[in-house]
């Protein structure tokens, strides 16, 4: 059996085209594999939780009566060591819970700079 003339350049140029369609796709075209999708959704989903039990941070802080001092310590040190102040007097520690959130911290530190 004898193959038609075209065929080994048509094949060739099918294999091209689908590599350069890849490299076009992942790169420009927003295409991901599913892993990294997956971590999207992760980080996504954690973020969105972060920011849902911040308002719960707030008002721990508001009930706390050291509230002024814990503030005022948190002002003096550096801006890496404030979630510590956060965690140490208890407000991102959610109900039920026995340690910190440390990303909850990390958040209501920001909410509080921003209310400073």
Excluded: H
Aim: hydrophobic fraction near 50%.
């Amino acid at each position: 059996m004898t193959l038609p003339i075209w065929l080994k350049p048509g094949l060739m140029g099918a294999v091209v085209g689908a590599i350069a369609l890849a490299v076009v796709g992942f790169s420009w075209g927003g295409w991901v594999t599913s892993s990294s999708a997956a971590e999207m959704a992760d980080e996504q989903a954690e973020d969105t939780l972060v920011a849902a039990l911040v308002p719960f941070c707030v008002l721990n802080s508001a009930r706390d009566s050291n509230f002024s001092a814990t503030i005022a310590e948190m002002k003096a040190a550096r801006q890496y060591q404030r979630s510590d102040f956060v965690a140490k007097a208890g407000w991102a520690t959610m109900p039920g819970q026995t340690e910190p959130n440390l990303p909850v911290a990390r958040a209501c530190v920001a909410e509080f700079a921003s209310q400073m």
